[in-house]
């Protein structure tokens, strides 16, 4: 498929976590599509993104004459659409632990998306930290290491993410990861011995996610008043 059958409307690379997820899956898949970014938190925001979504939200994946709202079911198409990419791990247990790992993403920890907003480019250290924030914090370093030791170190390519190879759950979690850094997450606190650590690292470094964060500083430096 070519680009001109896949185009991903997202929203500001420093704020959109929701974008961020369909963004690096597709990119670090090597799935090409056209880019439409909408700014956010203008007046016409909203305005701009019902021309393109009836759901006015981003992210949004126009295809096929449809457009597919929600970033885990863009996710869930593509995954569906290039089975050969392995978005999805194929042993049938990792496979459904990873789907798991993905939904609790998609529907839980609303006190750490409400203390600790994604901010790729910024830093507040210590805020958030709030007792139910952190209760999810340790709640998703647990997940991390138990889905490293028990399906990423054991695939038969680790790669170093939480089930081996890059996966729809290591694209739902990036804009964790981000978070974790942004407000200096003390990770050792929360029950790391490490594993978490290296997960974080292998994700920062992405070329995708690296792609990603100069494309948010770009796009906030052409906010800056000249």
Same mark, same amino acid.
């Given at each position: &498929?070519?680009?001109?059958? @896949?185009?991903? #409307?997202?929203?500001?690379?420093?704020?959109?976590?929701?974008?961020?997820? $369909?963004? %690096?899956?597709?990119?670090?898949?090597?799935?090409?599509?056209?880019? +439409?970014?909408?700014? %956010?938190?203008?007046?016409? +925001?909203? *305005?701009?993104?019902?021309?393109?979504? $009836?759901?006015?939200?981003?992210? /949004?994946?126009?295809?096929?004459?449809?457009?597919?709202?929600?970033? =885990? /079911?863009?996710?869930?198409?593509?995954?569906?659409?290039?089975?050969?990419?392995?978005?999805?791990?194929?042993?049938?247990? /990792?496979? /459904? &632990?990873?789907?798991?790992?993905?939904?609790?993403?998609?529907?839980?920890?609303?006190? %750490?998306?409400? *203390? &600790?907003?994604?901010?790729?480019?910024?830093?507040?250290?210590?805020?958030?930290?709030?007792?139910?924030? =952190?209760?999810?914090?340790?709640?998703?370093?647990?997940?991390?290491?138990?889905?490293?030791?028990?399906?990423?170190?054991?695939?038969?390519?680790?790669?170093?993410?939480? @089930?081996?190879?890059?996966?729809?759950?290591? !694209?739902?979690?990036?804009?964790? #990861?981000?978070? @974790? %850094?942004?407000?200096?997450?003390?990770?050792?606190?929360?029950?790391?011995?490490?594993?978490?650590?290296?997960?974080?690292?292998?994700?920062? +470094?992405? $070329?995708?996610?690296?792609?990603?964060?100069?494309?948010?500083?770009?796009?906030?430096?052409?906010?800056?008043? !000249?």
């Amino acid at each position: &498929m070519s680009a001109q059958e @896949f185009e991903l #409307v997202i929203g500001d690379k420093n704020w959109s976590s929701w974008s961020m997820r $369909p963004w %690096l899956l597709m990119r670090q898949a090597g799935i090409p599509f056209t880019e +439409t970014s909408i700014r %956010l938190r203008q007046p016409d +925001t909203r *305005e701009q993104i019902l021309a393109h979504s $009836p759901t006015g939200f981003v992210p /949004a994946l126009k295809w096929q004459g449809v457009v597919i709202g929600d970033s =885990l /079911a863009i996710c869930e198409t593509i995954a569906d659409l290039y089975p050969t990419k392995k978005l999805w791990p194929s042993d049938t247990v /990792a496979r /459904a &632990m990873c789907r798991s790992a993905a939904a609790e993403m998609h529907s839980g920890f609303q006190n %750490l998306r409400r *203390e &600790m907003p994604m901010a790729v480019l910024e830093k507040y250290p210590g805020e958030g930290h709030t007792e139910e924030a =952190l209760a999810d914090a340790r709640r998703i370093v647990s997940l991390w290491r138990a889905c490293r030791v028990r399906f990423g170190r054991q695939a038969s390519e680790d790669q170093g993410f939480l @089930f081996g190879g890059f996966s729809v759950a290591d !694209a739902m979690y990036a804009p964790v #990861v981000t978070r @974790f %850094l942004t407000y200096e997450v003390d990770l050792a606190s929360l029950g790391d011995d490490g594993t978490v650590s290296a997960y974080m690292n292998a994700v920062m +470094t992405l $070329p995708s996610m690296q792609d990603w964060i100069r494309d948010a500083e770009a796009e906030e430096a052409a906010k800056s008043p !000249a």
